[in-house]
Nanobody, 116 residues
Framework: QVQLVESGGGLVQPGGSLSLSCAAS????????MTWYRQAPGKERELVAT????????NYADSVKGRFTISRDNAENTVYLQMNSLKPEDTAMYYC?????????WGQGTQVTVSS
């Protein structure tokens, strides 16, 4: 069965760093574009970062450019999100997403809280 399992969330101080991981299984990971989304209470879900298959091109939301880095390890079926210079407005549930055309998979999410 298909699984996406996020880990690495937690509480961090403003200006701090956190690294999220998403371990995938049950599908051909290397063929899928992988994306991190996030959703804060009362807010719409927003795309944070995407990494394509193959060449591994990346795209980022304007709000995280220069602070976050998405990467993937196809041998380990894992996608990562390195988050630096964290701000309180980064507080949200972070979700891992895999897509190949209309074939879409979601993880359960991991909570990131940025607070002093």
């Amino acid at each position: 069965q298909v699984q996406l399992v996020e880990s690495g969330g937690g509480l961090v101080q403003p200006g701090g760093s956190l690294s999220l991981s998403c371990a995938a299984s049950g599908f051909t990971f290397s063929r899928y574009a992988m994306t991190w989304y996030r959703q804060a209470p009362g807010k719409e879900r927003e795309l944070v970062a995407t990494i394509t298959r193959g060449t591994g091109n990346t795209n980022y939301a304007d709000s995280v450019k220069g602070r976050f880095t998405i990467s993937r390890d196809n041998a380990e079926n894992t996608v990562y999100l390195q988050m630096n210079s964290l701000k309180p407005e980064d507080t949200a549930m972070y979700y891992c997403n895999g897509r190949l055309g209309f074939d879409v998979y979601w993880g359960q999410g991991t909570q990131v809280t940025v607070s002093s």
